[in-house]
T-cell receptor, first 114, second 115 residues
Framework: GNSVTQMEGPVTLSEEAFLTINCTYT??????LFWYVQYPGEGLQLLLK?????DKGSNKGFEATYRKETTSFHLEKGSVQVSDSAVYFC?????????????FGKGTLLTVNP | NAGVMQNPRHLVRRRGQEARLRCSPM?????VYWYRQLPEEGLKFMVY????????ESGMPKERFSAEFPKEGPSILRIQQVVRGDSAAYFC?????????????FGPGTRLTVT
């Protein structure tokens, strides 16, 4: 079955540092890939997505590129802010008719200190 | 707030009791999904519902768990005769249509503790 493996946390950075959170996946077919973010006390929010190989998703300074050859979708941001402190989840959707079925990684807690 | 609403946010039940978790989708959304997050694991798909229909329940445990999304009112995830292994965070999500059903909007979750 499908699976997602992401970097173990927690990750602690200083403001303006560079962020990378690694994510690799195993899936059949051609899944879509996502990063979700969960701020304290809130639900998961879609941060960015990529639906085919070599697509780059980007939002709020974050970006990730769908790499089929390495089955990866690493999240990056050039300069993090305190407000980016949250849990980040990498996810993929099934191919075809059951694309509503999302598979998530365990989540990575990011703390950004001023 | 027009987001996905879940209640209660925290629920404590003794073994053998019933747990009822409620989810109100975003306004205009008619597709609801339930996910479960066990400790130290990622979210796992449980069930996909549309109004008055269960579309896919392949992720639901075969016994004690049921879900509904009636014509009126919230979606309900019901767990009968809870056991300690049911302790988890249960997330509900909604989407506006089937064609982009992978773009799901999540609620804050209900944390169920079974004592």
């Amino acid at each position: 079955g499908n699976s997602v493996t992401q970097m173990e946390g927690p990750v602690t950075l200083s403001e303006e540092a560079f962020l990378t959170i690694n994510c690799t996946y195993t899936a059949t077919g051609y899944p879509s890939l996502f990063w979700y973010v969960q701020y304290p006390g809130e639900g998961l929010q879609l941060l960015l997505k990529a639906t085919k190989a070599d697509d780059k998703g980007s939002n709020k300074g974050f970006e990730a590129t769908y790499r089929k050859e390495t089955t990866s979708f690493h999240l990056e941001k050039g300069s993090v802010q305190v407000s980016d402190s949250a849990v980040y989840f990498c996810a993929l959707s099934d191919s075809g008719g059951s694309n509503y079925k999302l598979t998530f990684g365990k989540g990575t807690l990011l703390t950004v200190n001023p | 707030n027009a987001g996905v609403m879940q209640n209660p946010r925290h629920l404590v039940r003794r073994r053998g009791q019933e747990a009822r978790l409620r989810c109100s989708p975003m306004k205009g959304h008619s597709h609801v999904y339930w996910y479960r997050q066990l400790p130290e694991e990622g979210l796992k798909f449980m069930v996909y519902l549309q109004k008055e229909n269960i579309i896919d329940e392949s992720g639901m445990p075969k016994e004690r768990f049921s879900a509904e999304f009636p014509k009126e009112g919230p979606s309900i995830l019901r767990i009968q005769q809870v056991v300690r292994g049911d302790s988890a965070a249960y997330f509900c999500a909604s989407s506006p249509s089937g064609t982009r059903s992978y773009e799901q909007y999540f609620g804050p979750g209900t944390r169920l503790t079974v004592t």
